[in-house]
């Protein structure tokens, strides 16, 4: 039906993002794993969407990316677990985190997960154990774990830029930066700043 929704966040709050887009005011479902990553309020976003239709209802589903989309319609596939599951489940692990238990096939840490349970982690690991990627995920965790820029980055990435060449912007301007003593000066939320607002001059 649609791919994507692109406007202003107007509204964050638990598993639920409110986007204003052309004087509509989307109300969707998301995960607090990728809520946690978006910019502020009155920012700019692009959401990746998933429509669920019954007969009753329709609920619209939004993620930062199209790989969190895939992993939550890759829980779909598992017996039992529908999108309200699914979305408890990504609010409670990081994508990476829980693509790790699964390809560990760590049984124990993946019964404590909420919304999964001892019956339902069997089906997961049965279901989604060896058949779906972590190397993008895992890229993700590295990054965030090596540069104190990591909130930069993920929200030029939930902003709809791709996430390598966001990446290289933004450790090359750091790179080119390393002496300049009017940029060492400033504190973490100023050199956060400049360096958000350079990027999105050079991305533009």
Request: hydrophobic share 40%; with cysteine.
């Amino acid at each position: 039906m649609f791919n994507s929704i692109k406007g202003l966040i107007s509204g964050k709050f638990s598993k639920q993002l409110y986007v204003e887009c052309n004087g509509i005011e989307w109300d969707i479902n998301m995960p607090n794993s990728n809520i946690d990553i978006l910019p502020n309020v009155g920012s700019e976003v692009k959401v990746y969407t998933w429509l669920h239709h019954t007969e009753n209802f329709m609920n619209l589903y939004g993620f930062v990316s199209m790989e969190e989309r895939e992993l939550f319609l890759n829980l779909l596939k598992v017996d039992g677990v529908g999108p309200k599951g699914a979305l408890k489940i990504m609010s409670s692990v990081t994508s990476a985190q829980l693509l790790k238990i699964l390809e560990d096939g760590d049984l124990g840490l993946l019964e404590k997960i909420p919304g999964v349970g001892k019956k339902t982690a069997g089906k997961m690991l049965l279901a989604l154990k060896g058949k779906i990627s972590i190397s993008e995920n895992e890229k993700t965790v590295r990054v965030a774990v090596e540069t104190p820029y990591k909130d930069v980055i993920m929200s030029l990435i939930s902003m709809g830029y791709d996430k390598s060449v966001v990446e290289q912007k933004v450790f090359q301007l750091i790179d080119s930066l390393k002496s300049d003593n009017s940029f060492i000066d400033k504190n973490q939320k100023e050199k956060e700043d400049f360096i958000f607002r350079q990027v999105i001059v050079e991305l533009a």
